[in-house]
């Protein structure tokens, strides 16, 4: 004998589509609170120096692995004084013997990558004696900061 089978059907389950109406405010929320907690470096210039021009210039690669020296005249309310050069180093006047101390802090705070691509760049003004641009050569070369660059504008 047979017997009626019944066949019990369960109903489907259907996983509920994902409600994306919120995540433009999400995004939006990450990029203020990352605008807001990241640092931009800028550095106050103590000194004031003229950009020499060149004709065969390149851009800078891996801006983040380029550390810069200032040489120029000291500034004082926006108006250079006097025929003495001076060296900045971040936000300080600094002396030659300085350098290879700034070099070193400089590239422990790099990555790996970085470290590998540092480069100095050395923004001079176009009056300032080779005898110190050479005195500040030196001193990069001691620290094993061998890429180095000289900052100019196009000439034209």
């Given at each position: 004998?047979?017997?009626?089978?019944?066949?019990?059907?369960?109903?489907?389950?259907?996983?509920?589509?994902?409600?994306?109406?919120?995540?433009?405010?999400?995004?939006?929320?990450?990029?203020?609170?990352?605008?807001?907690?990241?640092?931009?470096?800028?550095?106050?210039?103590?000194?004031?120096?003229?950009?020499?021009?060149?004709?065969?210039?390149?851009?800078?690669?891996?801006?983040?692995?380029v550390t810069y020296i200032y040489i120029g005249r000291k500034a004082q309310s926006g108006k250079a004084e006097g025929d003495e050069?001076?060296?900045?180093?971040?936000?300080?006047?600094?002396?030659?013997?300085d350098i290879k101390a700034y070099i070193e802090k400089e590239r422990a705070g790099m990555g790996?990558?970085?470290?590998?691509?540092?480069?100095?760049?050395?923004?001079?003004?176009?009056?300032?004696?080779?005898?110190?641009?050479?005195?500040?050569?030196?001193?990069?070369?001691?620290?094993?900061?061998?890429?180095?660059?000289?900052?100019?504008?196009?000439?034209?």
């Amino acid at each position: 004998m047979m017997r009626n089978r019944r066949f019990i059907h369960r109903k489907e389950h259907k996983v509920p589509g994902l409600n994306t109406s919120s995540l433009p405010d999400l995004i939006f929320t990450v990029l203020f609170f990352f605008m807001i907690v990241t640092h931009m470096r800028d550095v106050d210039l103590k000194v004031r120096y003229q950009v020499p021009q060149g004709t065969e210039l390149q851009k800078l690669g891996h801006k983040s692995a380029v550390t810069y020296i200032y040489i120029g005249r000291k500034a004082q309310s926006g108006k250079a004084e006097g025929d003495e050069f001076f060296i900045q180093l971040n936000n300080e006047l600094a002396t030659i013997d300085d350098i290879k101390a700034y070099i070193e802090k400089e590239r422990a705070g790099m990555g790996d990558e970085d470290r590998a691509h540092m480069t100095v760049s050395i923004k001079a003004d176009r009056d300032v004696p080779m005898g110190i641009i050479a005195d500040v050569k030196k001193m990069l070369q001691q620290s094993f900061a061998l890429k180095i660059n000289y900052s100019a504008t196009e000439k034209k």
